[in-house]
């Protein structure tokens, strides 16, 4: 299997799991837990929306490009947007363990497995010319 093509899979899990993490926090809705924020007069904050979609679908998407193009700048920029995204699960999850959710054990140290793999790959990438 070709590296790019690994990366592209490595890009998919990472959506993949973001999307899975954001189910697991609302499955409890579901058994009749309240779900609501305390503290909040329910609007939400546009920044966070955008920030999120910017995280969870727009910089997955943009690295999944650049992997489908085998330049010199793509590779980079493909190598910069894995390591922030690696760098944003890990610190995502020490923020967000401990969790009532035990779903989230799993699915937050795999996400950072995940984009330490990336990462790594996609650097491996760069300095393959």
Known sequence: MTRNIKI?????????GFACHSICDFLPMF?????AVVATDG??????????MLISFFIPACGILCA???????KII???LATII?????????????SDIAGQYVIMPMLIVIGLLLAWNSVKYVKED
């Open 86 to 98: 690696a760098l944003f699960n890990i610190l995502h999850a020490t923020m967000e363990l401990p």
């Open 31 to 35: 058994w009749g837990k309240n779900m």
């Open 78 to 80: 493909n190598a910069v």
């Open 43 to 52: 609007n939400v904050d546009q920044g966070m929306i955008v920030s999120m």
């Open 8 to 16: 592209s899979i490595l890009w998919l899990l990472t959506t993949c």
């Open 68 to 74: 489908m193009w085998e330049t010199k700048v793509t």
